[in-house]
């Protein structure tokens, strides 16, 4: 599974923006999907995850309410919907695929994609 995430950018406190993560790969509607993000010289913190059916989602406390994952199997893609943005949430997000027990462990998941940069400005 390759994954291209895009869709980020600069935007000011308050605005939205939505990434989009594109994956080939047949075996796409079978994994969970997961958003992290990595803030400079921060560890990468899990933000959101989704399952494979779209029907169970989790989210980080410090984006429940704002942000909102979902996916479209036949599309072969995931969304991250972020709405009021905060400063804080600067960082390059990445999306991730696996077969996944705890959807909140990085290393759980097996294939990453190279990450889409958003800059909040207060």
């Known amino acids: 599974v390759q994954l291209q995430a895009s869709g980020g950018g600069l935007v000011q406190a308050g605005g939205s923006l939505r990434l989009s993560c594109a994956a080939s790969g047949r075996l796409f509607s079978s994994y969970v999907m997961g958003w992290f993000r990595q803030a400079p010289g921060k560890q990468r913190e899990f933000v959101a995850a989704i399952d494979w059916s779209g029907g169970s989602t989790y989210y980080a406390d410090s984006v429940k309410g704002r942000f909102t994952i979902s996916r479209d199997n036949a599309k072969n893609t995931v969304y991250l919907q972020m709405n009021s943005l905060k400063p804080e949430d600067t960082a390059v997000y990445h999306c991730?695929?696996?077969?996944?027990?705890?959807?909140?462990?990085?290393?759980?998941?097996?294939?990453w994609g190279q990450g889409t940069l958003v800059t909040v400005s207060s």
């Open positions: 991730a695929a696996g077969a996944v027990r705890l959807y909140f462990i990085a290393r759980e998941y097996a294939y």
